[in-house]
């Protein structure tokens, strides 16, 4: 995990979803207006770390990542629990995103061991497989949202309540009514291009 300052991430993380187009309070979002993160999340793909933006290619992103942040100041019991989605806004191309929201992985009770080192428990069964991002190589980049969620306590849910993990049954996820629904609060964002091995800018 990074010493960066929470308010120094917060100010970056701002910043490029800007740039990114996916401005808080936007409907494409998923990120409630003047939203501001209460823990950084550090997302690592066999070494290569997800830096709010910056680019990986199909090779590097083929294993699930290491997923790691702090608790957050106000959890003096450690009782709280997190979901982690991570969504494609651009499928099946940047051009023609018919498919948005393409689930990619949904991990709920995410629980972080010590304050220290971000080292994250996972207390629940996954209800979304990781399925790694593959953007052909005639897309332009991909963005890939990794959105950590607080849950509700108590929060207990079936794959069938996220939707089937056949790869048509991944597509047009609605995250904005199964957050609402399950009352989930975003917590935190880290978000990554994605492109095919062979893409040329």
């Given at each position: 995990?990074?010493?960066?300052?929470?308010?120094?991430?917060?100010?970056?993380?701002?910043?490029?979803?800007?740039?990114?187009?996916?401005?808080p309070g936007?409907?494409?979002?998923?990120?409630?207006?003047?939203?501001?993160?209460?823990?950084?999340?550090?997302?690592?793909?066999?070494?290569?770390?997800?830096?709010?933006?910056?680019?990986?290619?199909?090779?590097?992103?083929?294993?699930?990542?290491?997923?790691?942040?702090?608790?957050?100041?106000?959890?003096?019991?450690?009782?709280?629990?997190?979901?982690?989605?991570?969504?494609?806004?651009?499928?099946?191309?940047?051009?023609?995103?018919?498919?948005?929201?393409?689930?990619?992985?949904?991990?709920?009770?995410?629980?972080?061991?010590?304050?220290?080192?971000?080292?994250?428990?996972?207390?629940?069964?996954?209800?979304?497989?990781?399925?790694?991002?593959?953007?052909?190589d005639d897309?332009?980049?991909?963005?890939?949202?990794?959105?950590?969620?607080?849950?509700?306590?108590?929060?207990?849910?079936?794959?069938?309540?996220?939707?089937?993990?056949?790869?048509?049954?991944?597509?047009?996820?609605?995250?904005?009514?199964?957050?609402?629904?399950?009352?989930?609060?975003?917590?935190?964002?880290?978000?990554?291009?994605?492109?095919?091995?062979?893409?040329?800018?």
């Amino acid at each position: 995990m990074s010493a960066t300052p929470l308010s120094s991430f917060a100010q970056v993380l701002t910043s490029s979803l800007a740039e990114a187009k996916l401005v808080p309070g936007s409907a494409e979002a998923l990120i409630p207006r003047g939203f501001e993160p209460t823990t950084r999340l550090g997302v690592s793909f066999e070494g290569r770390d997800v830096e709010l933006g910056n680019l990986l290619r199909v090779s590097e992103v083929k294993q699930a990542p290491f997923v790691s942040f702090e608790a957050e100041a106000g959890d003096s019991s450690g009782d709280a629990s997190y979901m982690l989605l991570l969504i494609d806004p651009d499928a099946p191309t940047p051009d023609d995103p018919k498919f948005a929201f393409w689930r990619h992985w949904v991990l709920p009770g995410l629980r972080p061991l010590t304050s220290a080192d971000g080292i994250v428990a996972q207390t629940k069964p996954v209800l979304t497989e990781y399925l790694a991002p593959g953007p052909k190589d005639d897309s332009k980049p991909h963005r890939y949202l990794f959105l950590l969620f607080r849950e509700p306590h108590g929060l207990t849910l079936t794959k069938e309540d996220v939707g089937g993990e056949e790869f048509v049954q991944r597509r047009s996820f609605d995250p904005v009514t199964f957050v609402e629904k399950h009352q989930l609060q975003l917590v935190s964002v880290n978000w990554m291009k994605g492109a095919g091995d062979g893409w040329k800018e």
